[in-house]
Structure formats: C-alpha cells, structure tokens
T-cell receptor, first 118, second 111 residues
Framework: NAGVTQTPKFQVLKTGQSMTLQCAQD?????MSWYRQDPGMGLRLIHY???????DQGEVPNGYNVSRSTTEDFPLRLLSAAPSQTSVYFC?????????????????FGQGTRLTVV | GEDVEQSLFLSVREGDSSVINCTYT??????LYWYKQEPGAGLQLLTY?????DMKQDQRLTVLLNKKDKHLSLRIADTQTGDSAIYFC???????????FGTGTLLAVQP
C-alpha cells in the first residue's frame, strides 16, 4: 500500500515553462487536494476535488490547473511558471470530503515536490 | 473566508511540557486536527477532536478545545527531542469542502 505518491521530488523550471506535478493514491479516496507550503504562510489550498470529474478552486488557484479523470490521479499543471510559484507542493487525499459529513476526514499527504522557478 | 492562526515558534527544554496554541474562525467546523511535519516530509495526522468535545487525551498528547473562543491547544507532556517538528492546526469548513491549515508552529526541543 503506497498511500499518496508524488512525482517528481525536485524540479527546477525556467520562467515561462510549463510542467505537471503528478499525484496518485491507491486508497480509493474520493477527496484529493493540492497545497503549497511557503515559509510563514503555512499550507495554502490551491485546488481540490471531491470525486472523479469534479474539481474546485482553493485559496490560491491562479496559475494552476487541475483535472480528475480517475479516482486515483490528481495532476497539478503549472501553465507558465513564475518565480512566485517557487514553493513546496503537497498532494493529499482523504476517504471523505471535509465538512458536513460528520466523519473524521484524516488527510494523507505525499512527500512533497520542491519546485524552484528561476 | 476561513482562517486558522498559530504562533510561529516555540522552544522548550527536554522533559518540559509544550503547549501549542491555535485560533480558528469557522464556528461550524466539525473536526479540528493537529498534524506533525518532520523535516523533509509530508504531514501526518497526530490527533483530532470532535467539535462537541472539550478535551481529548492520547498518551502524552492532550487537546483542549474552547469552542466559544474558537481556541484549540495541543499539550505535549515530557517533550522529547524527537518531538522537534512543525505542528499544524487544521479545521474543516463546516459549510465548505475544505481543510484549512494554520501557519504551523516550529517546536524546538533543547536537550
């Protein structure tokens, strides 16, 4: 049981390049999300998905796209990388959707992708 | 929107108790969580509390919830050097499908 797998672990991009951060989970979780972690800012939600075919924006969605064609995969696309997108990116999944379900929604995190845009 | 706030840094000596505080704004949160992040790793769930509880104890960990003041705390008894990490408070938006994290508190344990 691999849990949540993120690739790559490290990436350096030039300004204006595009790339996709991969995230896959093997726990059949409905809810998946992407966060970025910056010093002094905590984790900020970029995009999330409550199930295959359904995505929505978080706090800081600009410059990022997501799709959820399968339950397992939730890739994050940077359309045109900017230095402000230098950060550590975390993908997370949980069995149920936060809020209103009355069920504990423990989030399982990947190991992170450290992205530098120069 | 929803907001979760924590102090950024706490330093304690080995064997002392640590208390990490958190305030949140969403009064409809059903669950509140504490996550731990060790260097170079993702976050792992440490403990959680249901919003109708005031206190939860789990071995060296005690979570206190003051729902009126929207204040959550995590107490670690007999703090060890292995407890050095960043601790995140998180609330799940009762009216939204979001898990909102605080800024994280870096706990440094001095030997």
């Amino acid at each position: 049981n691999a849990g949540v797998t993120q690739t790559p672990k490290f990436q350096v991009l030039k300004t204006g390049q595009s790339m996709t951060l991969q995230c896959a989970q093997d726990m059949n979780h409905e809810y998946m999300s992407w966060y970025r972690q910056d010093p002094g800012m905590g984790l900020r939600l970029i995009h999330y998905s409550v199930g295959a075919g359904i995505t929505d924006q978080g706090e800081v969605p600009n410059g990022y796209n997501v799709s959820r064609s399968t339950t397992e995969d939730f890739p994050l696309r940077l359309l045109s990388a900017a230095p402000s997108q230098t950060s550590v990116y975390f993908c997370a999944s949980s069995a149920s959707t936060p809020g209103g379900t009355g069920r504990n929604t423990e989030a399982f995190f990947g190991q992170g992708t450290r992205l530098t845009v120069v | 929107g929803e907001d979760v706030e924590q102090s950024l840094f706490l330093s304690v000596r080995e064997g002392d108790s640590s208390v990490i505080n958190c305030t949140y704004t969403d009064s409809s949160s059903t669950y509140l969580y504490w996550y731990k992040q060790e260097p170079g790793a993702g976050l792992q769930l440490l403990t959680y509390i249901f919003s109708n509880m005031d206190m939860k104890q789990d071995q060296r960990l005690t979570v206190l919830l003051n729902k009126k003041d929207k204040h959550l705390s995590l107490r670690i008894a007999d703090t060890q050097t292995g407890d050095s990490a960043i601790y995140f408070c998180a609330s799940e938006g009762g009216a939204t499908n979001k898990l909102i994290f605080g800024t994280g508190t870096l706990l440094a344990v001095q030997p």
